[in-house]
């Protein structure tokens, strides 16, 4: 974006987060926003609980500023920070009730997140910042090498500088980071730790960008319900297969393996036990910040589900107004044709045309061609030797989502609805949460059977997991009812 004064000027008056900034009650927005949403990573809240915090943060200034300060109501304020002129709330309500909620934009979240940055810091480091700089050049120069021979040459040289360091391990000689290492490390840690729980928000506001789109598309289109439906999941899957829906699949699917997650869990421990780090007081929240990824991103995920069900809603809508247009048009004609019943018009009434046979003669149609077959060289197999470490073939996590579906399909046989928690019992878990995700994909996808989400109604899904240790264990995961209902 070029930083010339047009787009400044239009962004000083436009932007949110700039209007934010420039706001007279700045300091009472950032202050109870970051409070109250960022610092506990909460989403959503409903209006009285957040007026009823926003009314003691207001108790507490009058107390210090004087009685004439901040004159308005909680819920006063609430109302004018989500309204179109400032947009650092967003406002809305949920299905199935009448109480507003409110979330925090994300426009509002960067500005609380450059103000944090304001503040003088008693150590900045640039050594890690500059090690993950040549790191992401490395990784995007192997990664886009086509020449087999440099591929190799790189390869080769790790290897050489791997087997340097265990013989100096091997030999006594195990050097560890500094103080300041770890210092500069781990606060690049917490930064992009933190600004990944800003991009989630970023990331569900494009997604509701994306059917706001759509649902005008709906309403302002003319043409036939097939291409229409054509090109909203053309519109759908192109967000979906972007840049940003791939990375955001790919962290995911990342993110959603058990084994990452207890790895997490003690890499994260262990880091924090450290002397140096424990000399910075970290956020006790740094200590679960796996788990706040893990919420926001459910979070986002059941936004898009939400979504996707709201559309389907409306797009039955749309088709319930078609076919009430088509019966009065039937109507219509029905009742026309019973009043020239006995009194008919003179002359033709309507024309229809003459039936008649397409030809279509044989020599018309192509000639059948053979397909080539390919010509295999009769070449002697040699048995080759390599040194690979294969355990990686073997330790993949696969799960086949048409079984799960035959196994929904099956159950629905005798049947017209399934719980997802009587499906894991008739058939157990055997890939963990990753399946469980398999079972709601599935749930968001048309076919012979659909699929409902009972809020008021709780089911507790169990399977066993193996630890880092070897060891079985049980994992539970409680989740609104998930019910299928077969559609014939």
């Known amino acids: 974006m070029p930083l010339d004064y047009p787009t400044l000027d239009a962004l000083r008056t436009r932007h949110p987060a700039w209007r934010l900034l420039r706001s007279d009650h700045a300091p009472l927005a950032v202050s109870f926003l970051h ?33 004439g300060a901040f004159p308005k109501r909680g819920l006063e304020y609430l109302n004018d920070w989500a309204s179109a002129e400032k947009g650092w709330l967003r406002k809305f309500y949920l299905q199935g009730s009448d109480e507003p909620q409110f979330d925090l934009t994300p426009a509002a979240e960067k500005a609380i997140a450059w103000l944090a940055t304001l503040t003088e810091r008693s150590f900045v480091g640039t050594e890690s910042r500059l090690l993950t700089l040549f ?45 300041a290492g770890l210092k500069d490390r781990f606060q690049q840690f917490v930064q ?7 991009d989630f928000r970023e990331v569900e506001q494009n997604f509701r960008l994306l059917d706001l789109h759509v649902r005008e598309r709906i309403a302002l289109w003319d043409g036939s319900k097939g291409e229409l439906i054509e090109e909203i999941m053309g519109e759908r899957d192109a967000i979906t297969d972007s840049d940003q829906g791939s990375s955001f699949r790919a962290f ?42 893990l919420q926001a991103g459910e979070h986002t995920q059941r936004t898009v589900a939400q979504l996707s069900q709201q559309l ?15 019966m009065d048009i039937l109507r219509g004609v029905e009742t026309k044709a019973l009043s020239l019943r006995d009194a008919p018009p003179p002359g033709a009434v309507m024309e229809i ?10 020599m018309e149609r192509p000639l ?16 080759g030797e390599a040194d690979l470490d294969d355990s990686a073939l073997y330790t993949q996590i696969v799960v086949d989502r048409a079984r799960l579906a035959s196994h929904i399909r099956r159950c629905l046989q005798d049947r017209k609805q399934v719980t997802l928690a009587e499906l894991t019992v008739s058939q157990p878990i055997t890939h963990g949460l990753a399946e469980l995700v398999a079972y709601l994909e599935l749930s968001a996808e048309t076919g012979s059977f659909r699929a409902a989400v009972d809020e ?12 880092a240790n070897g060891t079985t264990i049980a994992k539970r995961a409680t989740m609104p009812r998930v019910i299928f209902t077969r559609l014939k």
């Open 35 to 67: 409070r109250v949403f960022v610092a506990p990573n909460v989403r959503v809240l409903a209006a009285p609980v957040l007026a009823e915090a926003l009314e003691d943060e207001l108790y507490a200034l009058r107390e210090q500023l004087g009685d």
């Open 353 to 362: 045309d003459t039936a008649s046979a397409d030809i279509e003669l044989p």
């Open 192 to 198: 992009m730790a933190r600004d990944l729980l800003t």
């Open 368 to 383: 059948y061609q053979p397909a080539l077959r390919p010509i295999i060289a009769n070449v002697a197999i040699e048995t």
């Open 312 to 326: 389907r809603r409306f797009l039955d809508d749309q088709a319930w107004l078609e076919n009430r247009r088509i």
């Open 252 to 293: 995911w699917d990342f993110l959603m393996s058990s084994r990452r997650q207890e790895e997490l869990s003690e890499r994260l421990d262990r880091v924090l036990t450290l002397p140096a780090i424990v000399e910075m007081r970290p956020d006790a929240r740094t200590r679960r910040i796996h788990y706040d990824w």
């Open 135 to 179: 790191e992401l050049l490395r990784q995007m120069g192997e990664g886009s090498e086509t020449d087999p021979n440099k591929r190799l040459a790189e390869l080769h040289a790790r290897r050489s500088q791997i087997d340097e360091e265990i013989a100096r391990v091997e030999g006594g000689d195990v050097r560890l980071l500094d103080d």
């Open 456 to 467: 008021t109604l709780a089911d507790t899904i169990e399977w066993q997991a193996i630890d």
